[in-house]
């Protein structure tokens, strides 16, 4: 990075020239710094730019904009790890934009105030909105975290607002930080009560601003600013190939909001040069909706963009940029929010009034409005009709609520805001005191955000561990996958902490599972069911530990996730002790990320009774029929009840996954129709979906000395598990298509270069497929063949006769006779499997069904010693499987 222009180099081409953008600013945080005694982070050199550089170059601009009067936006957007937290918030004492423009805002105030004449009054107020899923969250109203979410309205000259929104009052950046706390623990809450991915959500913070002032004319003035700050969610990494074909892909609306953004600004950027008739597709998503304005209308925008430095995210760092160059050509047209006081109120008036007469009418002015004259002339159905009276009345009832706000003196506003949080404020000052005191377990996240914003202490006695159907409620209250209405006892005798899980419950101890009393120690990571992530923290051992010098290492949602992962034997495999290469660390990535999804699919499909179970495999280049590539993290759904299986690549689990989340949130918030049609279930998977059965390797080294091979080969799956044998002949021929005889022979394949051979490669039949296959074929590539050639598919039987014969005509170079002689041909057999895997519904009616089969399964699943097995598929590559029962 220098001045304006950012380069990046591809590490897999390191020779390239670099690609640059440039951009208005581009500052370098990664390395270079030096730490002060109070933890902030000064620059070394002259590379290195601290939070208060970015925030001079950025946050003064958006303040002295919101003191004008115009709206102004923040974004922050980037894979997830990459700093865009850091940026906008920040960490300790290294301050981010937000709180240092807060603070400098409200030191404006004070010292506007302090030689204020009358009517001159200064307001600010903060909402907190969370959309995940296409739903709408008031993060700072617990009792808007309903199903379905808020809806989000059009109004005709302010766009899109969202409905019952609540507006907290502020009057110190003290004051906003307490709001921004306590919406990130509802948040935690909320996302853990729906098992929802709190990476996949965005949030905005709005700081509305207005200024209150008489003009020179004697007009009482307001001048309004409304202040956006939005943290976008993280960016996934993606395979390069494109779309997978499965057949949910374009399924769940949690990716829908990122990708209708990426349109709106490709959109707007295309606009920007001069093209025409473009449309711009603001209302595809919830999150575009609400920030049409930001994007696009009135409001001075900021886009930070935030990129890794590691090579291991080139392709998401390259992706990150190219998104923030399109962003970098939209133009917005922001003007001064200022009136006449007394104007904005008649408008509203007049408004109110003119809605409150389309309502007398029953609702016909509305239908007049929009081209018909009544029910029957327009064609609107009478939900169509009701629904538009509902918006009328909330159109009303928020005119109302502007109208009652402006009256109120800002003193009256800020009194009734503090009533409602003093009694918040206490209780979270009192847990602050206990938490130096007692120990207590804190959450982990896999956003920093989240981490320590739920806290459950472990008080003298025992405390009980459970849900919320337990009768009496538990002393510890968790809401999660596979949480017991008993889950676990808390004994702390002595200031010495045990924990005792119930039978069948799930309880883990720094990545082992615990099935008898164990004694906790400070900093021991502990997993409730299979997603509720805790650190124990104990005062006096910590105390006692800082006395005599030991080291501590504060644990992480990452680092306690790669315990499991280790603990389970996953990582062993894994490049060396001292070091991994690039393809380990991604590796090793992907399963860290995929393990806890794995246990949240299996805990889904226990609760939903979907009698399906996931498990990681880890699937070498061998055994995918790819030559020299890298091991893949895969995950297969098996079916318990007829053992059919299915492969699906860390994508389209994770996509799937998502779909699993939304359908077990609807479970949860008690929806009738949560089960959706076989078609888009994502346990679900049709039974003839082609299969990958196993693969044969044929090494062809007779070829090179044409000496006829016939081999009787054993199919392995992707674990090296026998599945059947296939029969491959490779027959060299003379010109007229006819066996040859041994003149043909050559004692050295060299003598072959220049000339032609002619050969015949034959699939005569396969043996001994697995009895849940009722059709199958093989597939391969010989050569420099870039499409797949097929084997006819038969049917009816796990003995098939093939028949394949393929004749090949060659001239014959180096590399061929190099890849006879050291590359196998690989062919796969493929098969569609027998029975309808349709989920049963019959038990999955009610949250309360005590015949959940899926539950038996999974038990009977237990009883089986399941070890992990590794087996060699060529000198140096392995594959292996671990079921995740194995890791519960």
């Known amino acids: 990075m220098s001045g304006q222009t950012t380069e990046i180099t591809d590490p897999e081409n390191p020779k390239a020239e670099p690609r640059k953008f440039a951009f208005d600013h581009s500052y370098w945080s990664h390395d270079g710094f030096n730490e002060r005694e109070d933890g902030y982070l000064e620059p070394a050199g002259a590379q290195y730019d601290d939070q208060q550089k970015v925030f001079e170059d950025l946050g003064k601009g958006v303040l002295d904009n919101a003191w004008k009067g115009y709206n102004c936006s923040l974004f922050a957007y980037g894979q997830t790890g990459s700093g865009k937290s850091y940026s906008m918030v920040g960490y300790g004492v290294n301050k981010g934009i937000v709180p240092l423009a807060c603070e400098d805002l409200f030191r404006g105030i004070t010292a506007k105030r302090e030689s204020a004449v009358k009517d001159e009054e200064y307001q600010v107020t903060l909402s907190m909105l969370e959309i995940y899923n296409e739903q709408v969250r008031d993060l ?18 302010k766009g899109f607002y969202v409905e019952s929104q609540s507006n907290w009052p502020v009057d110190s950046y003290d004051e906003i930080n307490n709001k921004i706390n306590e919406g990130t623990r509802n948040r935690t809450v909320a996302s853990t009560n729906m098992n929802a991915t709190s990476s996949r959500a965005h949030t905005i913070v709005a700081v509305s601003f207005v200024q209150k002032s008489s003009n020179e004319a004697g007009q009482n003035m307001t001048k309004t600013s409304v202040i956006n700050l939005v943290d976008l969610a993280g960016s996934e990494r993606a395979e390069s190939t494109g779309a997978t074909g499965d057949r949910l892909k374009e399924g769940s609306a949690i990716n829908q909001s990122l990708s209708s953004l990426g349109n709106c600004i490709k959109a707007l950027a295309d606009i920007s040069q001069g093209k025409k008739k473009v449309v711009v597709p603001f209302r595809d998503s919830v999150l575009t909706k609400l920030l049409q304005n930001a994007l696009g209308g009135n409001s001075k925008t900021v886009m930070i963009a935030a990129l890794s430095p590691a090579d291991i995210n080139y392709e998401e760092t390259l992706s990150t940029l190219r998104f923030a160059d399109r962003a970098k050509a939209i133009k917005t047209s922001a003007i001064v929010n200022e009136s006449p006081t007394d104007k904005l109120i008649r408008e509203l ?35 169509e009709v009701a629904e538009m009276k509902r918006a009328l009345e909330e159109q009303v009832r928020q005119n109302a609520q502007e109208l009652e706000d402006m009256k109120k003196s800002w003193a009256e ?7 409602q949080t003093m009694a918040g404020m206490a209780q979270e000052n009192k847990e602050h005191e206990d938490m130096k005191t007692t120990p207590h377990f804190w959450n982990l996240n896999e956003d920093p955000a989240l981490t320590r914003m739920i806290i459950h202490f472990c008080r003298a006695g025992e405390s009980k ?21 008993e889950h676990a006892i808390i004994i702390n005798k002595n200031n010495t902490v045990k924990i005792r899980p119930q039978v069948s419950a799930k309880v883990m101890v720094n990545g082992q599972e615990i099935k008898s009393e164990t004694t906790l120690h400070h900093n021991d990571r502990v997993m409730f069911g299979s997603n509720l992530l805790f650190a124990f923290h104990h005062p006096q051992e910590l105390e006692k530990q800082l006395k005599e010098g030991i080291k501590i290492e504060t644990p992480t949602y990452d680092s306690a996730q790669e315990e499991i992962a280790q603990k389970s034997g996953l990582m062993k495999d894994i490049g060396g002790a001292d070091g991994k290469s690039k393809e380990d660390l991604l590796l090793q990535e992907d399963l860290i990320q995929l393990l806890p999804m794995i246990n949240e699919a299996n805990a889904m499909s226990e609760e939903l009774d979907k009698k399906v179970i996931f498990e990681i495999a880890l699937v070498s280049s061998q055994a995918r029929g790819v030559q020299d590539g890298k091991t893949e993290v895969m995950v297969k759904m098996r079916n318990m009840e007829n053992e059919n299986e299915w492969m699906f690549s860390r994508n389209d689990f994770i996509n799937r996954k998502y779909l699993m989340q939304e359908m077990y949130a609807n479970f949860m918030q008690g929806d009738a129709d949560w089960d959706v049609p076989k078609e888009r279930d994502p346990f679900w998977e049709p039974a003839d979906t082609e299969t990958l059965i196993g ?21 392995a799956d992707y ?14 021929c003379s010109e007229k298509w006819d066996n040859i005889e041994e003149d043909y022979f050559v004692d050295n394949p060299a003598e072959l270069v220049g000339k032609k051979i002619y050969f015949k490669l034959k699939i005569p039949f396969a043996r001994g ?10 597939r391969y590539k010989f050569y420099l063949e870039d499409k797949n050639v097929q084997t006819q598919v038969v049917s009816g039987t796990i003995n098939p006769d093939f028949g394949h014969e393929k004749k090949y005509q060659l001239d014959v170079t180096k590399q061929l006779i190099e890849y006879i002689a050291n590359s196998p041909l690989v062919i796969e057999i493929w098969g569609m499997q027998k029975g309808d895997s349709s989920p049963s519904k019959a038990s999955t009616n009610n949250k309360n069904n005590k015949n959940n089969k899926t539950k038996a399964l999974m038990k009977r699943e237990k009883t089986i010693v399941n070890s992990p097995t590794t087996v060699t598929v060529s000198k140096d590559e392995k594959i292996k499987e671990v079921s995740c029962e194995d890791i519960i």
């Open 695 to 715: 693969t044969v390797h044929v090494y062809l080294q007779s070829l090179g000395y044409m000496i006829e091979l016939q081999e009787n080969l054993a199919i």
């Open 719 to 732: 674990k090296g598990v026998e599945q059947g044998h296939l029969t491959v002949e490779v027959q060299p």
């Open 349 to 383: 008036r007049e408004e109110n009034q003119r809605l409150m007469d389309m309502l007398k009418s029953g609702g016909g002015g509305a239908s007049l409005e929009m081209g018909g004259g009544g029910q029957e002339k327009s064609g609107y159905s009478e939900d």
């Open 769 to 778: 497929l697995p009895q849940r296959f009722v059709q199958s074929f093989c």
């Open 140 to 157: 700072l109203n617990l009792k808007t975290l309903q199903k379905g979410g808020l809806k989000v309205r059009q109004h005709p000259t």
């Open 413 to 419: 506003k800020m009194q009734e805001g503090q009533q």
């Open 465 to 485: 561990i459970g849900n919320r159907k337990a009768d009496p409620a538990p002393e510890i209250l968790l809401n999660g996958l596979s949480i017991q209405k």
